[in-house]
T-cell receptor, first 111, second 114 residues
Framework: DQQVKQNSPSLSVQEGRISILNCDYT??????FLWYKKYPAEGPTFLIS?????DKNEDGRFTVFLNKSAKHLSLHIVPSQPGDSAVYFC??????????FGAGTRLTVKP | DTEVTQTPKHLVMGMTNKKSLKCEQH?????MYWYKQKAKKPPELMFV???????INESVPSRFSPECPNSSLLNLHLHALQPEDSALYLC?????????????FGQGTRLTVV
């Protein structure tokens, strides 16, 4: 049972444009959401997170938006850079150390 | 030091072998995790240790046996595995009891069972 879903397996954007990666979840007990970035042959690295008490968190070029009523979150990257090309995982936890991951979206930023 | 170190990076083992995966962190994190990731799938949680005690076991078969000898080390003992257990095994650690549950991941051990 996939509690965290990333329905777009891939996304391609032009350098300088906005990348929007989407994530949906089914478990209403999730109260913390994270985005991880993964390069080939490396483990996932933390990118940005958001608590369920917020609806937006920004860190430089990265912004995460949370819509609790829709059980949806998104990651915006602007402007996108070729170095952002990687697989992006959405993850969620329900107050314990039990982080669940989505299937990932492969982002390709073209120069 | 913000690294989680996993050894070995690659492992090939037969179905009758016994082997161990090792994970080490020196960030003072008291929560440590094992995840399993198959190709084109998300990392799947296997075990969570909190203060060196097993707190979550996601119904993992007994041929996988975790061990946390101290707060810096996490092992995964493997015995009588099946070819379908071939995957990338990821170790992670995080602060315990903090609002920010950001986890740091190791590079993983690529396991092939033949």
């Amino acid at each position: 049972d996939q509690q965290v879903k990333q329905n777009s397996p891939s996304l391609s954007v032009q350098e300088g444009r906005i990348s929007i990666l989407n994530c949906d979840y089914t478990n209403s007990m999730f109260d913390y959401f994270l985005w991880y970035k993964k390069y080939p042959a490396e483990g996932p690295t933390f990118l940005i997170s958001i608590s369920s008490i917020k609806d937006k968190n920004e860190d430089g070029r990265f912004t995460v938006f949370l819509n609790k009523s829709a059980k949806h979150l998104s990651l915006h990257i602007v402007p996108s850079q070729p170095g952002d090309s990687a697989v992006y995982f959405c993850a969620a936890s329900a107050g314990k150390n039990d982080m669940r991951f989505g299937a990932g979206t492969r982002l390709t930023v073209k120069p | 030091d913000t690294e989680v170190t996993q050894t070995p990076k690659h492992l090939v083992m037969g179905m009758t072998n016994k082997k161990s995966l090792k994970c080490e962190q020196h960030m003072g994190h008291r929560a440590m995790y094992w995840y399993k990731q198959k190709a084109k799938k998300p990392p799947e949680l296997m075990f969570v240790y909190s203060y060196e005690k097993l707190s979550i076991n996601e119904s993992v078969p007994s041929r996988f046996s975790p061990e946390c000898p101290n707060s810096s080390l996490l092992n995964l003992h493997l015995h009588a595995l099946q070819p379908e257990d071939s995957a990338l095994y990821l170790c992670a650690s995080s602060q315990q009891g903090r609002a920010n549950t950001e986890a740091f991941f190791g590079q993983g051990t690529r396991l092939t069972v033949v």
